[in-house]
């Protein structure tokens, strides 16, 4: 079993959406435990761009706020990312995680949006 599996990314143009999953193992899901999406570009570090908490308050970075909204079910131990009116510089991997991030990490999903 892999920690996290992540699925939904693809090629788009800008202006369009996109919907991600996450599908979290128990041991790396849990109601406690705040998760998050992180994205890594081309020659870029990993970074936090959205996260909700364990009382469904979602933050999110300022590159993304007002386009993507995240949301989870502790029940199923799935995370998602609504990602609307996607641009260039979203391109990216994407990675499911918890907040602070484990040293386990998925394969991602990678999204491109090019014209």
């Known amino acids: 079993q892999v920690p996290f599996v992540e699925s939904g990314g693809g090629l788009v143009q800008p202006g369009e959406s996109l919907r991600l999953s996450c599908a979290a193992s128990g041991t790396f899901f849990s109601t406690f435990y705040m998760v998050g999406w992180y994205r890594q570009a081309a020659g870029k570090g990993r970074e936090l761009i959205a996260r909700?908490?364990?009382?469904?308050?979602?933050n999110y970075d300022d590159s993304v706020k007002g386009r993507f909204t995240i949301s989870k079910d502790d029940a199923k131990k799935m995370l998602y990312l609504e990602m609307n009116n996607l641009q260039p510089e979203d391109t990216a991997i994407y990675y499911c995680?918890?907040?602070?991030?484990?040293?386990?990490w998925g394969q991602g999903t990678q999204v491109t949006v090019s014209t």
């Open positions: 995680n918890l907040v602070p991030s484990t040293s386990s």
């Open positions: 909700v908490s364990t009382g469904g308050i979602a």
